[in-house]
């Protein structure tokens, strides 16, 4: 594999964008994976391709002003990263948080782009979202806000134009407060322009769970193949407590796994003798009914919350690493910890949570499973492309053919990415030539670069 200093083709990015690192990271990860194709035959077409998939096909930014609870108008960055329409219309979450600018939406969107590809659906990629804080806001408040800010992206959005869903910070409610909003504006219904609705107006059954519930799955067939064992008794570290860390805790107690860890940003719990269903329901209830901190349920829990800490800061022996929480969660330091730890796998719920050093930690480690998130998470939207087809049929599937499909599909996933490992590869590299392969071979087709 080259080193980042190899990559000189990408120089021009990194001089467009020294302020969007986040972005330049998941580019630089993702070129590191494919340095073998640069170096080969068609090595000058398939760089050309990946500078042309590294710069967004259209980027809509505007304000959403929104009123508060005083009565008074306050103001917010409100964007769409229309990446990549090569596979199919724009297609990815919608994220909510302070952090969140275009760099970190660029990041975002460029994952996607191959995740979705990986799915076998024909979805391009993208990424939306606002610097809105949700937290600390009432109810009225985030309402008044998914109408504001659909009301400015609505115009932009169609079934085979772009499909945004959720992302941290927007769930079933704001969803459903946005395509609300879609409706009135519009007087369009039953259309599929956003995923991840409610039951009761064109959601698919599986889709809260399928980002969890696929990364399980992952990690079930990984640890099957790679260490020919089971998940019964294997010490699971989850990060985060949010949609994708509680249905992968959900599904992890399902296969009679220890769910070790859930955390939130001010703190972790740990579950020294494995999560119950009873905590489950306590974390749950938490987050989605009360919307709040982990701390306030440390008397209700069997484990014990550590203020300040994370499952990757505490000296804990886990089996499996599955980081659900946010981006650059699990640095050199923490990697290195895990190892000498003894960890056997990190999979990732969340989208690129491990930083460059960290990564490379992994990799150096001896026959420690690592999947990039472009992988393990494309469960969810796997399961949003599969709501936009019942979306066009009108029709709503059984959750057991959702499942079913969710399954086929993260199966699928691995047996690509095992493809690579046995022509002497890594997991990580077959996800990331996959992926881009499929992109670069339809971008040639089409006529957009050659
Ligand atoms: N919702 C989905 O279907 C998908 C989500 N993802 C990724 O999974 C991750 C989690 O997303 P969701 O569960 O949907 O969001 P969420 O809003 O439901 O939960 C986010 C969780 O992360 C925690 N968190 C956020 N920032 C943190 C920080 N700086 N330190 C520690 N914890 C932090 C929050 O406390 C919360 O528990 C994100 O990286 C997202 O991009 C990836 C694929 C699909
Ligand atoms: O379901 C979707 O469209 C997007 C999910 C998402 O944002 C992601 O995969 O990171």
């Not at 080193?3 to 990408?10: A, N, Q, Y």
């Not at 948080?97 to 990629?125: C, R, S, Y």
């Not at 985030?142 to 945004?164: G, K």
């Amino acid at each position: 594999m080259s080193t980042r200093g190899d990559l000189d083709f990408l120089d021009d990015l990194r001089r467009k964008y020294p302020h969007q690192p986040t972005f330049l990271q998941a580019v630089e990860e993702m070129a590191l994976a494919l340095s073998d194709l640069f170096d080969g035959p068609d090595g000058d077409f398939y760089q050309r391709a990946f500078l042309a998939m590294a710069e967004p096909e259209r980027i809509i930014a505007f304000r959403v002003s929104w009123m508060d609870d005083n009565g008074k108008i306050r103001f917010n960055r409100g964007w769409r990263v229309q990446f990549s329409s090569v596979l199919g219309p724009f297609k990815g979450g919608l994220r909510f948080h302070p952090t969140v600018d275009e760099g970190v939406l660029k990041f975002l969107g460029f994952e996607q782009i191959f995740k979705n590809a990986l799915t076998g659906l024909p979805l391009g990629g993208g990424k939306g979202g606002s610097d809105f804080d949700p937290k600390g806001k009432s109810d009225g408040e985030v309402r008044r806000f998914c109408e504001a800010f659909m009301s400015e992206l609505c115009r932009y959005l169609h079934p085979s134009t772009d499909v945004p869903a959720g992302d941290i910070g927007v769930g079933g409610r704001e969803i459903g407060y946005m395509y609300g909003q879609y409706k009135r504006i519009t007087n369009r219904h039953g259309v599929g322009v956003l995923t991840g609705k409610s039951m009761n107006f064109g959601g698919s059954e599986i889709r809260p769970e399928a980002t969890g519930y696929g990364l399980i799955y992952m990690t079930k067939i990984a640890v099957q193949r790679k260490l020919n064992r089971n998940l019964t008794d294997m010490r699971c570290a989850i990060s985060g407590s949010g949609n994708v860390a509680q249905f992968a805790a959900k599904k992890l107690l399902e296969f009679g796994a220890k769910v070790m860890t859930v955390s939130d940003s001010n703190g972790v719990i740990v579950f020294e003798s494995g999560m119950t269903a009873t905590d489950w329901d306590a974390v749950s209830d938490c987050k989605n009914k009360h919307r709040g901190r982990l701390s306030s349920i440390q008397d209700k829990v069997s484990g014990q919350y550590y203020d300040g800490e994370s499952p990757w800061s505490l000296d804990i022996k886990y089996d499996l690493a599955l980081p659900c929480a946010t981006q650059n969660e699990i640095d050199e330091k923490s990697a290195r910890q895990l190892v000498k730890n003894g960890v056997l796998g990190v999979l990732e719920g969340a989208n690129l949570p491990t930083d460059l050093e960290a990564q490379a930690v992994f990799r150096k480690a001896d026959g420690v499973i690592y999947v990039p998130g472009k992988a393990s998470n494309a469960g969810g939207v796997g399961v949003s492309g599969l709501e936009m087809s019942q979306n066009a049929q009108r029709l709503t599937w059984k959750s057991e053919k959702v499942d079913e499909k969710l399954h086929g599909m993260m199966d699928e996933i691995y047996s690509m990415m095992e493809e690579a490992e046995l022509s002497g590869g890594t997991l990580e590299q077959g996800a990331n030539r996959a992926g881009f392969l499929k992109v670069a071979t339809a971008m040639r087709e089409l006529g957009w670069v050659y």
